[in-house]
């Protein structure tokens, strides 16, 4: 029930009064009558103000205070300049902060449009409270359908929506700038931020286990913040930070989408697609205008996206898993193959996608050399696997899962991939190499001893992954007429692209976030489904002969595993006191 709320009377007046408080007209204060009077002391009261019950245990002092709605049991002490139109909800604490100030109608950073990808802003992406990686990445890589569908509807929701603008619940603001505009969720703690501009800190955790913090040193504006964290510098313009992400350590970021537990130190990022799972821990790093997820990059690792003609136009697609050594260098636009290292310097735009888990190098001239498959051999490879879902922040939290994602190394786009590249490798193997003895193919060159070794490398991890997938009775059968044939990997959920084009008949955002939700929980089903479809006569062994296969497979990256802990030991022994 609402409290009942009364203006001081004569004795709370002279009390505050003689506590240092003061007011123009205390008939526009009201303030709930079992209140403790004497912990108001240096107060300020402006226009007009409601106080919830203030207990000898809370203080409110050393403040200015106006257009303010304060419930119960708030600290407020030691303000700068002013609190000017706050809802501060009960047992919020504010201390030692310079200002925290709302504008009629702001949204808090909802709806800011983010120039991803393209720098020049032709694929916005609009950001709000439970944006997913597969909206998002829906709006980035579909501009057109994005503008003349999504954009009136998000717009419509939007409308619909309540924008609060204060301290939630058992949230803490301390030792803080500015702050204008920027609406602090339920337990959210904000703790030395020099200055933050329109935005919306989000925490979605059960009570005691929120992940959403702002700390020391951070300058942001335009921005949302859910469930993620920055921290220790970091600078942030007109960007997203979801379910688990950091950035810290004087990390720069500017247009960019950061999704589940992505990791950021010390480098910068512009226009990124970062989907889950994206690290970058180095200074001198610089990601610009190229889409991620799983990836994992070297120091000085960058990338280019201006020619000097049109602008910076020019993007990317890094698919999942690409690694990127210290010093690569990337000229966009490119599209880099899943699980893939990227090594050198690269100006010839590859397109490696139909050769997944491979060493790129970059030669003299910049032009890409390419060694297929030959990642497979590594048994980092499936110590990747493993350590992404333990890695998970959002777990333990009781978070409503925005970001869907599937870790398998293995699957049907990968896998696909591999099996296209063995059809590429037989036509390139028929052709003479050129003079200098490479054979070359879509801006990347190479040697026919790699095609050979890629095309046995690529046979062992499909029957590996058929391995973990069929019965012992044999292959699947289809049992659907839905169309499996061709996937797509929408920032780390894998689904069939039928589901894509469902997604983009919806009317709602809700429809299309439970959509791709269905297309999760499916995921094993409809991936049986599509080896049912997929694999013809030629893979169809035997379980004990497919088992084979996938015996080499586990003995190869064995062999990797013991390789590499014998030479770390060789190391270890040579650099011994």
């Given at each position: 029930m609402e409290p009942t709320y009364i203006n001081p009377g004569a004795r709370e007046i002279a009390e505050m009064t003689a506590n240092g408080c003061r007011c123009a007209d205390w008939t526009r204060v009201k303030f709930n009558p079992h209140s403790d009077f004497s912990r108001f002391r240096n107060v300020s009261f402006e226009e007009d103000n409601s106080i919830g019950l203030i207990t000898e245990n809370?203080?409110?002092?050393?403040?200015?205070?106006r257009n303010c709605r304060i419930w119960d049991n708030v600290t407020i002490r030691n303000i700068g300049e002013i609190l000017d139109n706050c809802d501060i909800q009960s047992r919020a604490r504010i201390e030692n902060t310079g200002s925290i100030v709302?504008?009629?109608?702001?949204?808090?950073?909802?709806?800011?449009?983010?120039?991803?990808?393209?720098?020049?802003?032709?694929?916005?992406?609009?950001?709000?409270?439970?944006?997913?990686?597969?909206?998002?990445?829906?709006?980035?890589?579909?501009?057109?359908?994005?503008?003349?569908?999504?954009?009136?509807?998000?717009?419509?929701?939007?409308?619909?929506q309540r924008y609060f603008a204060g301290i939630g619940e058992d949230a803490v603001v301390e030792n803080c700038g500015k702050l204008l505009n920027v609406s602090v969720g339920r337990e959210v703690i904000v703790s030395g931020a020099v200055s933050l501009k329109n935005g919306t800190i989000i925490n979605n955790a059960a009570p005691g286990r929120a992940l959403a913090f702002i700390g020391a040193g951070v300058d942001a504006e335009n921005f949302i913040v859910e469930d993620g964290r920055l921290d220790s510098g970091a600078l942030v313009r007109n960007c997203y930070i979801g379910q688990g992400a950091t950035?810290?350590?004087?990390?720069?970021?500017?247009?960019?989408?950061?999704?589940?537990?992505?990791?950021?130190?010390?480098?910068?990022?512009?226009?990124?697609?970062?989907?889950?799972?994206?690290?970058?821990?180095?200074?001198?790093?610089?990601?610009?205008?190229?889409?991620?997820?799983?990836?994992?990059?070297g120091s000085g690792t960058n990338q280019s996206n201006h020619m000097y003609k049109l602008g910076p136009v020019h993007w990317g697609i890094l698919e999942r898993g690409v690694k990127t050594s210290s010093s690569s260098y990337l000229m966009l636009g490119a599209k880099i193959g899943a699980f893939s290292l990227l090594m050198g310097s690269h100006k010839?735009?590859?397109?490696?996608?139909?050769?997944?888990?491979?060493?790129?190098?970059?030669?003299d001239r910049g032009a890409t050399v390419v060694v297929p498959g030959v990642m497979l051999r590594s048994c980092g490879l499936m110590r990747d696997e493993q350590k992404w879902p333990a890695r998970d922040r959002r777990l333990k939290r009781k978070l409503p899962m925005h970001d869907r994602v599937v870790f398998d190394v293995l699957n049907p786009i990968t896998v696909e991939a591999m099996l296209t590249a063995l059809d590429v490798i037989d036509d390139l193997l028929s052709r003479p190499a050129d003079d200098d003895r490479f054979l070359r193919y879509r801006g990347m060159k190479f040697t026919r001893a790699s095609l050979e070794r890629a095309r046995h490398l690529y046979e062992l991890a499909i029957y590996k992954y058929l391995s973990t997938r069929i019965?012992?009775?044999?292959?699947?059968?289809?049992?659907?007429?839905?169309?499996?044939?061709?996937?797509?990997?929408?920032?780390?959920?894998?689904?069939?692209?039928?589901?894509?084009?469902?997604?983009?008949?919806?009317?709602?955002?809700?429809?299309?976030?439970?959509?791709?939700?269905?297309?999760?929980?499916?995921?094993?089903?409809?991936?049986?489904?599509?080896?049912?479809?997929?694999?013809?006569?030629?893979?169809?062994?035997?379980k004990e002969v497919i088992n084979s296969y996938a015996e080499d497979f586990d003995r190869m990256i064995e062999e990797d595993r013991r390789r590499y802990l014998e030479d770390l030991a060789a190391q270890n022994d040579m650099l011994k006191l």
């Open positions: 809370d203080i409110i002092e050393n403040a200015r205070i709302y504008e009629a109608e702001s949204r808090c950073g909802v709806g800011t449009e983010v120039a991803v990808l393209d720098e020049t802003g032709s694929r916005p992406v609009i950001i709000f409270p439970g944006l997913t990686a597969q909206v998002a990445l829906l709006m980035a890589r579909e501009p057109k359908w994005s503008e003349n569908h999504l954009h009136p509807i998000l717009m419509d929701f939007l409308d619909t950035l810290e350590k004087r990390f720069t970021a500017h247009d960019s989408l950061f999704f589940a537990n992505c990791s950021l130190e010390n480098g910068e990022a512009c226009a990124v697609f970062a989907g889950p799972y994206t690290v970058s821990m180095h200074k001198s790093t610089l990601l610009i205008g190229v889409q991620t997820s799983f990836m994992n990059a010839t735009h590859p397109d490696s996608s139909q050769f997944p888990f491979s060493y790129l190098f970059g030669d019965e012992d009775h044999g292959f699947p059968e289809s049992k659907s007429d839905e169309d499996v044939s061709s996937w797509v990997d929408m920032a780390g959920l894998l689904i069939p692209r039928f589901y894509l084009e469902e997604v983009m008949k919806m009317e709602r955002i809700e429809d299309m976030k439970e959509l791709f939700d269905a297309a999760f929980n499916r995921y094993p089903e409809l991936e049986r489904e599509w080896i049912a479809t997929r694999f013809n006569d030629r893979w169809h062994k035997s």
